[in-house]
Every structure is written in structure tokens, then in C-alpha cells.
């Protein structure tokens, strides 16, 4: 669960760090969108942004200052309680079909969870603490060790990623 808030608190809300940072300060893109793809034992998180060539390590820079920022301050208490009203309430909306309750449903079986999982969620969900969510950026979202993928014009975007790829390499 606290994979799940930290990414909504990262990039996978429109209220995200990223999504702030890059659409509603630098103008770079839309629509920035993180999220976690969960498979049998593992996660994988994914950040993707329609930037401008030109922009776009600019971009780059801008998101692993965002990463860096979260592993080392905790987010403030108001921030991570609207990123978990966000989540309680989506979830909630999720389970008002019938097709987003075979969902969770079957979440749960791919996964081999009980139903407390559901059940317990909401309340999980506010039991993410700041201190938590540094510790999950820590230990999950090692931006130098992320793989990068990069469309455009190759010209433009060469000497932005060699520029990227050498402050990758700084701590």
C-alpha cells in the first residue's frame, strides 16, 4: 500500500509532485502520468510524459530532482493526507460496478491476498505515514538505476541524454 500512495504522491495523481512540476510550473507537457504495474511478486513503476524534444531533459532533470527530493524530505502531513483522500475515494468509485468489483476481486486471487486486502484498504491507506513514503522512495526509487526511453528527434535529444546520463551518475 505505501508503494501505491507513494506513486499517487510522485506522479500517478493530478495532484502529483511531478505532474506540479512539470505541467503546472514548467509548461513542459499535458498530461505526466506515473503508475505502479503490478505482476506475481514484483512491481514495476512507470513515468511517462509527452514532452517537446527540446524540453525534454529538462524533463528528465525535473523528475529526478522530484525522486531525490522524496527520498530525502518527507512529504508534509497536509500533502499526504489529500493524496489518501484521493486514493480512499477512487477506490470507493472503483467498487461501485459490478465490473470494478470482479476487478478487485480478481486482484486479489492473481496475487494470492485475502480479503482483508480490500476490506483493510481504506484504512491502510491512512496509515501511510511521510516517514514511510521517504522510505519507500528510498528503497524503490533508484532513479539511477531506472531504465530510460527517450522518442524524438534523435538530434535534439543526444546531447540532452549524454548531459542527463552524467547527472544520473551524480549522488
Given at each position: 500500500?505505501?508503494?501505491?500512495?507513494?506513486?499517487?504522491?510522485?506522479?500517478?495523481?493530478?495532484?502529483?509532485?511531478?505532474?506540479?512540476?512539470i505541467?503546472?510550473?514548467?509548461?513542459?507537457?499535458?498530461?505526466?502520468?506515473?503508475?505502479?504495474q503490478?505482476?506475481?511478486?514484483?512491481s514495476?513503476?512507470?513515468?511517462e510524459?509527452?514532452?517537446?524534444?527540446?524540453h525534454?531533459?529538462?524533463?528528465?532533470?525535473?523528475?529526478a530532482?522530484?525522486v531525490k527530493?522524496?527520498q530525502?524530505?518527507?512529504?508534509?502531513k497536509?500533502?499526504?493526507?489529500?493524496i489518501?483522500?484521493?486514493?480512499?475515494?477512487?477506490?470507493v468509485l472503483q467498487?461501485?460496478?459490478?465490473?470494478?468489483?470482479?476487478?478487485?476481486?480478481?486482484?486479489?486471487?492473481?496475487?494470492?491476498l485475502?480479503e482483508?486486502?480490500?476490506?483493510?484498504?481504506v484504512?491502510?491507506?491512512?496509515?501511510v505515514?511521510?516517514?514511510?513514503?521517504?522510505?519507500?522512495?528510498?528503497?524503490?526509487?533508484?532513479?539511477?538505476?531506472?531504465?530510460?526511453?527517450?522518442?524524438?528527434?534523435?538530434?535534439?535529444l543526444?546531447?540532452?541524454?549524454?548531459?542527463f546520463?552524467?547527472?544520473?551518475?551524480?549522488?
Open positions: 500500500m505505501a508503494l501505491q500512495v507513494t506513486n499517487s504522491l510522485l506522479g500517478g495523481s493530478f495532484a502529483s509532485r511531478i505532474t506540479s512540476n505541467r503546472e510550473d514548467k509548461g513542459y507537457t499535458y498530461s505526466p502520468h506515473s503508475s505502479i503490478d505482476r506475481k511478486n514484483t514495476l513503476w512507470v513515468e510524459a509527452d514532452v517537446t524534444s527540446e525534454t531533459g529538462a524533463s528528465l532533470q525535473e523528475i530532482r522530484e527530493r522524496l530525502n524530505e518527507p512529504p508534509a497536509k500533502e499526504l493526507e489529500g489518501q483522500n484521493y486514493m480512499a475515494g477512487i477506490f467498487n461501485s460496478s459490478p465490473g470494478g468489483i470482479i476487478s478487485q476481486l480478481n486482484f486479489i486471487d492473481n496475487h494470492g485475502d482483508s486486502y480490500l476490506t483493510n484498504r484504512k491502510n491507506i491512512y496509515a505515514t511521510p516517514d514511510k513514503v521517504s522510505q519507500i522512495t528510498r528503497d524503490n526509487f533508484k532513479y539511477e538505476d531506472m531504465t530510460l526511453v527517450m522518442v524524438g528527434d534523435k538530434k535534439l543526444d546531447k540532452q541524454r549524454k548531459q546520463e552524467e547527472s544520473r551518475k551524480l549522488k
